[in-house]
């Protein structure tokens, strides 16, 4: 696969090759009808609906946004609950995916990309971010090599085989998680990317709330809670058989699952919640949660376990991701000792539950993932290294 890179780069440059007409199209309609204002800093990102990264996007627009800042949005939402949160930003907000997200005009994503690329160039804005958005990647090459361009990559997924071809207009990259940072430098090695990209990727872990410590009184059951969407990586299975284990050990713990809208999961100790959009809703979940529970066969850093420290939750999770990072067993939580063998965890998180059963070794757990999560996951260290990342490129 040594060559994989080169082919990639032929593949880019004859697609451009025969997109040049609509791009020049496009590029004549900015100049036709231009911006009707002057941004320093253009931001791009897929949607603006439920969802972890959205949260995070949000927050980031936040950090680089104001009035000379300009939020492009390019895929379809299934609704619109991070949409507010992106306004408070000050930036000027276009939703171009009625244009750039339709398989049937798909010529018209192609002039898209003439004409925002156009508006960029003219600009000349301090630096273009992309937050793991294709349109973003697909506008990088006709954009001036003088303008900086930043991506963000959460996770190694579809967009680690969609970059390759881009990496050569990526000013710096951002990763989440130092395991997806691996994965990606054995990308580079397997498919023959030069070894100096590598220094262009920084690593900024996401950001959560930290509250003040909280001091969980004993109750009666253990409260476990899970954050997330019941899609297929998060395995609610895993959870509904250790709620049943629990119930066959005698254990008094009791599940919690927000996310999740399927009540026939629901037993004598699990409950079901459905969608929760409000964030105070949330953060009542995490402040009595005793401990928040991940299952999932893939993750990059889940952001339940980041919040669940943050309000003194015991993590206990699969070793997916950065999660062998960042827990150890016994001291900030638990990690599983296998993603694969269903058995095993279900086993092994019957022996963590009564572990927690002690009074002081669960206050001990969640005192010391409080203190990780202050000293990590804080927006004042997520905001400064944003801050310090736009201050690195020279602008």
């Given at each position: 696969?040594?060559?994989l ?5 032929i ?21 036709l ?5 002057y941004?320093t ?11 972890g990264?959205?949260?995070v996007?949000a ?8 009035e ?14 991070f ?8 930036a ?5 995916s009625?244009y750039?997200?339709?398989k ?19 600009q000349?804005?301090s ?22 361009q930043l991506e963000?990559?959460h ?8 970059r390759p ?5 990526i000013?710096?990259?951002i ?9 990606h ?5 397997s ?5 100096s990209?590598k220094?262009n990727i920084v690593?900024i ?12 009184p004993?109750k009666?059951?253990?409260q476990?809670?899970?954050v ?13 058989a ?5 119930i ?9 699952l ?16 459905g969608?929760?959009t ?7 979940y ?7 529970l ?9 952001m ?16 997916v991701?950065?999660?062998?990072y960042?827990i150890?067993?016994?001291e900030?939580?638990y ?6 063998d269903?058995?095993?965890i ?12 002690s009074n002081?070794l669960?206050?001990q ?9 202050n ?5 004042a ?5 944003y801050?310090q990342?736009a ?5």
């Amino acid at each position: 696969m040594g060559n994989l890179y080169q082919l990639y780069i032929i593949k880019r440059k004859l697609e451009n090759i025969l997109l040049f007409p609509l791009i020049l199209l496009g590029r004549l309609l900015a100049l036709l009808f231009p911006l009707k204002k002057y941004y320093t800093k253009f931001l791009f990102f897929p949607f603006y609906h439920t969802g972890g990264a959205e949260k995070v996007h949000a927050k980031i627009a936040n950090i680089y946004g104001g009035e000379k800042t300009i939020i492009f949005f390019t895929k379809k939402n299934t609704d619109t609950n991070f949409f507010e949160a992106f306004r408070e930003s000050g930036a000027t907000i276009n939703d171009i995916s009625a244009y750039t997200d339709n398989k049937f005009i798909y010529f018209v994503n192609i002039i898209f990309r003439g004409i925002i690329s156009g508006y960029i160039n003219h600009q000349k804005p301090s630096f273009v971010f992309n937050g793991q958005c294709n349109f973003a990647y697909k506008i990088s090459p006709w954009i001036r090599s003088t303008i900086p361009q930043l991506e963000l990559i959460h996770s190694f997924n579809s967009f680690s085989w969609i970059r390759p071809a881009y990496l050569a207009f990526i000013t710096k990259t951002i990763m989440i998680a130092e395991k997806r940072i691996d994965d990606h430098l054995q990308q580079y090695f397997s498919i023959g990317i030069p070894h100096s990209f590598k220094n262009n990727i920084v690593f900024i872990p996401n950001y959560t709330y930290v509250p003040n410590h909280i001091v969980k009184p004993f109750k009666e059951k253990l409260q476990v809670l899970f954050v997330g969407r019941n899609s297929p990586e998060k395995r609610i299975h895993l959870i509904a058989a250790i709620a049943k284990h629990c119930i066959k050990n005698s254990l008094p713990v009791s599940f919690n699952l927000v996310g999740i809208d399927n009540k026939n999961l629901e037993t004598a100790n699990l409950f079901v919640h459905g969608l929760v959009t409000k964030e105070q809703q949330l953060t009542d979940y995490y402040k009595v949660a005793d401990i928040v529970l991940i299952t999932s066969d893939t993750e990059g850093f889940p952001m339940a376990i980041m919040e669940g420290m943050a309000y003194s939750c015991v993590p206990i999770s699969t070793p997916v991701g950065d999660v062998p990072y960042r827990i150890t067993n016994g001291e900030n939580g638990y990690v599983f000792s296998s993603i694969t063998d269903e058995d095993k965890i279900v086993n092994e998180a019957v022996v963590f539950f009564t572990n927690l059963l002690s009074n002081t070794l669960r206050l001990q757990l969640q005192a010391n993932a409080h203190s990780y999560a202050n000293n990590n996951f804080s927006e004042a260290i997520f905001e400064k290294k944003y801050m310090q990342l736009a201050e690195s490129i020279g602008k």
